[in-house]
């Protein structure tokens, strides 16, 4: 709704079906209803799983609210507050996934995953497990919090990734529709990069992104400017 958006996953989107009233108090009623049930799925720490899953609802909501000011607004965001946006409304969703993992998880799951983690890293960069080992043992790092910067930088990449394919993949197009992120005037990582670097077609780029409405022909004018800067 917020993004004004005709598909979602391949299909049509629940508003445009059932209409914006019953969707919105559909979609409330199913947060309150999963706040409700956590006694039911889970054996203990039931407010410390509430209290954390309302906070990173927030910081969820913060996050889509910053998309929606910049937006709304007419304003590219710089790439700082890109990240800000990113790392509230996609970050977010991985970093509750983490803070419910060292909530619930056992002492043997922990170390298990831990050195599962550490096999990993280990594998992908040499030099990042030397620095990762002596953040765990500095007093100022928990392994949590580690955790948390790593889950951050998964919703960065998610986020990013997500924003190219939606404008390079048709099998994505095809789930979202077509030229999605362009019609809801949304300023995706490329378009980011490209104000913040000043890279060829910015200006014309920029004028269809700061129309009120943009029509299938003008996001098609404004992928091809995007593709052109490279």
């Known amino acids: ?30 947060i309150f209803e999963n706040l409700n049930i956590i006694e039911k799925y889970i054996p203990s720490k039931h407010e410390e799983t509430r209290k954390s899953m309302i906070k990173s609802w927030a910081i969820l909501h913060t996050g889509q609210g910053l998309d929606i000011w910049f ?23 991985f970093v509750l996934i983490s803070k419910l993992f060292f909530m619930h998880c056992n002492s043997l799951t922990l ?5 599962v983690i550490n096999i990993v890293n280990f594998m992908i960069n040499i030099s990042y497990i030397i620095s990762f080992g002596l953040l765990v043992f500095d007093k100022k790092h928990t392994i949590d919090k580690i955790y948390k910067e790593n889950m951050v930088l998964i919703g960065r990449f998610f986020q990013i990734n997500d924003d190219k ?11 979202k529709g077509v030229y999605d992120d362009i019609m ?5 990582h490329p378009i980011v990069m490209i104000n913040k670097y000043n890279l060829k077609n910015k200006k014309e780029i920029m004028e269809i992104m700061n129309n009120v409405c943009i029509t299938k022909e003008n996001a098609e004018t404004c992928l091809n400017l995007i593709k052109e800067s490279g």
């Open 184 to 188: 809801e005037r949304k300023y995706s």
């Open 1 to 30: 709704i917020q993004d004004c958006s005709e598909k979602r996953r391949g299909k049509k989107c629940a508003y445009l079906e059932y209409g914006t009233p019953l969707t919105l108090n559909s979609a409330y009623y199913k």
């Open 111 to 115: 170390i298990l995953n831990f050195i």
């Open 71 to 93: 937006r709304d607004n007419r304003i590219c965001p710089t790439e700082k507050e890109y990240y800000s946006i990113i790392d509230g409304k996609t970050g977010e969703v």
């Open 165 to 175: 394919c939606a404008l390079e993949s048709n099998d994505l197009q095809k789930l």
